[in-house]
């Protein structure tokens, strides 16, 4: 299936490496214009450097999910370049290394749920006021598999991640007459860097999966521009499972 998001203009946070790379290419390739972001300017560099290949408008910027003064800075320059908001995808996270419980330190759990929570939340009240003076919006929040389901050893990830899911539907609820609509999509197992940083044993991890296999970035780039687009236009506060078959086990 091929989307069409000629014009549109799209951010994806955290879009250096990952999920959010491929997004971003995929919204790219479907005609968007797209703003990334990202705290590494490595990664930063790479991918604007591939997604201008692409033919596409990119604006990228070195840029703080969790800090309130960088949040409003992107969503300034956003407007300043493209002059509206169209899609946001909430997508900058972060883990911890795997630990039980009761070893996991204050400062681990606050850097964690400042970047998956605290940054959502940000980033989603600086997108819904852009969104509110141009009439509409469509924001997609990257929760996960653990927003509804366990992964020992994960405690402030999956604490963030259900967090996400509970934000993501009652902030949904609030601006549901307003035709901004706002969904989470909720990945299985992709061997990004971040999975491939935590994990030893990558076959162990995809037989949590049903279908047995870890899912691809694109995999989940599909889901995203599927909430972002017209596709889903009955859809708001929804939780999209593209996980695998993980939660239905
Ligand atoms: N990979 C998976 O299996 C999986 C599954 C479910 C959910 N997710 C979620 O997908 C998102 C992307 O994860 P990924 O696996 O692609 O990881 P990744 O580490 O490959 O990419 C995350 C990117 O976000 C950037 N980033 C981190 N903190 C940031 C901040 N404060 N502001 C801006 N950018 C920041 C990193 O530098 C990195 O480039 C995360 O929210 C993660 O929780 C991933």
């Known amino acids: 299936m091929t989307f069409d998001f000629k014009d549109k203009v799209v951010l994806i946070t955290g879009a250096g490496s990952g999920l959010g790379y491929a997004c971003a290419v995929a919204f790219a390739n479907a005609g ?12 930063l560099d790479k991918a604007i450097v591939a997604l ?11 840029n703080d999910a969790s800090d309130s003064g960088d949040v409003n800075i992107l969503l300034d320059a956003i407007i300043t370049r493209f002059g509206r908001l169209d899609i946001a995808v909430n997508n900058a996270g972060t883990a911890t290394p795997l630990q039980e419980f009761h070893e996991v330190g204050e400062a681990e759990f606050d850097r964690v749920i400042a970047v998956n929570l605290k940054g959502v939340w940000l980033c989603m009240q600086a997108e819904i006021r852009q969104m509110l ?59 990004t860097p971040l999975v491939v940083s935590l994990v030893d044993d990558l076959s162990i991890l995809a037989t949590k999966h049903a279908i047995k296999r870890l899912g691809t970035p694109e995999e989940v780039a599909n889901g995203v521009m599927f909430l972002a687009s017209d596709l889903s236009s009955f ?10 078959g993980w939660n239905a086990i």
């Open 235 to 244: 859809s708001t506060g929804s939780l999209l499972e593209v996980d695998g």
């Open 133 to 191: 003076k141009q009439g509409g919006g469509r924001i997609v929040n990257m929760a996960s598999a653990t927003s509804r389901n366990t992964y020992p050893n994960a405690s402030p990830y999956v604490t963030s991640k259900f967090a996400v899911a509970g934000l993501t539907r009652t902030v949904a609820v609030e601006y549901a007459e307003r035709d901004i609509r706002i969904n989470a999509i909720c990945p299985g197992n992709v061997a």
């Open 52 to 62: 201008r290949d692409t033919g596409t408008e990119v604006l990228g910027l070195l």
């Open 32 to 43: 968007a214009k797209v703003a990334i972001t990202d705290i590494s300017q490595n990664a």
